[in-house]
């Protein structure tokens, strides 16, 4: 892990853009690299794994973003152990967020995924029944929507990037959510082009994962 590189990704990227460093698979020494040079955020997609990391760093100044498929028995340690949810995909799990985050006193920043590709492997809402439930959704309690989530499904040229990428800023702005967590290391270009503000960079950080 050089951190030049993340010096070197940090300076393409307009100050209006968030980077999330993806640290699942990596150590949590890579991330205590990273965050010597000022990276803040770090994403996870698997629970068990982030937990024992948040447990070595636990005194470094860390804000913890969740991005992987959310298990509705894990929701509980979710909440409790996150800032960040990016990876919503039903309003079932929203609801269950909600009534948990009450419980524990907690206000989770949430991204709702959403399907714009027609990846059978990825979940997610879709645009017309997120705009059918937006009222239901709103009144929810001990959550804070901030933005759309999406990942795009692979093989796609940089033009198709582009476009779900732009479909996924247009839904939001349409719901007047500030931000939109898309690009990752192989499309991180086409998502600023389209009005990213959360690049989730895994590989590109800390190098290919073993
Ligand atoms: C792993 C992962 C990333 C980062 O992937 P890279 O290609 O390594 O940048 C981003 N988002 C999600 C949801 C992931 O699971």
Redesign the pocket.
Known sequence: MEPSNYLKIKNQIPSNVNILA?S?GFKSQEIKTINNIGQVDF?E?KFQEALEKQLILKDLKIKWHF??RIQSNKIRKIVQNFQYI??VDSFEKLQKISSISYQEKKNPLIMLQVKLGNDPTKGGFSPEHLILNWREIQKLKNITLTGLMT?NPKGLSSKENKELFKKCRSLADSLQLPDCSMG???DWEEAIDAGSTWL?????IFGE?S
């Not at 989730?200 to 590109?204: A, N, V």
């Open positions: 993806v699942k994403g997609s991005i992987g990016h990876s990942i990752m290391s192989g989730r960079l895994g590989s590109l994962r």
